[in-house]
């Protein structure tokens, strides 16, 4: 069973998943779904509750099963052509079906993996592979079989947003980034190419301090009024997700009029979260 953001005492506005949402009867599913023109794929999170007596990696199968994604507005990609099975502490196993078409062409392929990364929100360190429980999975635009996918790297990456049919998701850049200034430059521009709109206003000063490997200080360059709404929330939802991938662990805004946002306060350093794009129950079920 998918809880609901009503259930968790959710702002409307809020996208991502928090580790107060996680309780001990629940378990946390995230995982990558292209959208229609097989531009981006766009991690999705689902909050699910445990079932007594049922394996976890079954109860994730189950889950993957029961996405609808036409009402996302992404493509039919789940559940995946193979199953899950768990072998080791924070690792799956992905046994495919002997027709699979993951290495079908070099985008298929490239969204196949990028799919599996998203896995690491919930603590998945690898994803081993094997092919009618045959070790290995050939892929060609690769070059070579594939045994295990690490995932325990951070993406380095900004988030800009995707809508579709009413849906809204915080979706990873396409490009990678050596530092988190560059990767807020590039929330501030979108990306028309892949449909994807800014998340920071492209008017807004600011300057960050990273000194903290810890924290991240963001600092709003004239004193500024953040508004309860969608757009405001967003832009430090998109903040914080950033800063993880960068490996910061809190982000304190400085220079707000007012204290609080959302359920964010504004006061303190805000912690980042667990996932993005935490998605309702009537989104994902048939």
């Known amino acids: ?24 009867d629940s378990f946390l599913v995230t995982i990558g779904i292209p959208d229609e023109q097989a531009l981006n794929v766009i991690p999705v999170s689902i909050i699910a509750k445990k079932e007594s007596g049922k394996n976890w990696v079954d109860q994730i199968n189950d889950v993957f099963g029961q996405i609808n994604e036409e009402k996302l507005g992404l493509f039919d990609y789940l559940p995946y052509q193979g199953n899950f099975t768990n072998k080791e502490e924070n690792s799956l196993n992905l046994n495919l079906e ?19 990364s998203y896995l690491k929100y919930q603590g998945i ?14 892929f060609a635009h690769h070059g070579e079989k594939i045994y295990e996918l690490p ?26 980034f050596s530092s988190i200034e560059e990767a807020l430059i590039n929330m501030q521009e979108g990306n028309e190419r892949y449909h ?15 000194e903290n490997h810890d924290q991240l200080i963001f600092k709003f360059t004239n004193k500024i009024k953040l508004e309860d709404n969608e ?18 662990n809190k982000v304190q805004f400085q220079n707000t009029e007012n204290a609080k946002i959302g359920s964010f306060d504004l006061r303190k350093a805000i912690d980042v979260p667990v996932a993005p794009n935490l998605i309702d129950l009537h989104a994902v079920t048939p």
């Open 125 to 138: 360190n690898k994803v081993s592979f094997s092919v009618a429980d045959t070790p290995g999975v050939h």
């Open 231 to 248: 757009s405001d929330i967003r832009m430090i939802e998109s903040i914080l997700l950033t800063a993880k991938e960068f490996g910061f």
């Open 151 to 176: 995932l325990n790297e951070n993406l380095q990456c900004g988030f800009l947003y995707y809508e579709k049919k009413g849906h809204v998701f915080l979706t990873p850049t396409p490009s990678r």
């Open 1 to 24: 069973m998918c809880l609901e953001r009503s259930e968790r005492n959710g702002y409307k506005n809020e996208n991502a998943v928090y580790s107060d949402d996680l309780k001990e």
């Open 196 to 210: 994807l709109k800014p998340t920071i206003p492209a008017t807004l000063a600011y300057s960050v301090s990273v």
């Open 98 to 116: 002997d027709n699979h078409q993951y290495n079908a062409d070099s985008t298929s392929e490239m969204n196949f993996f990028t799919s599996l």
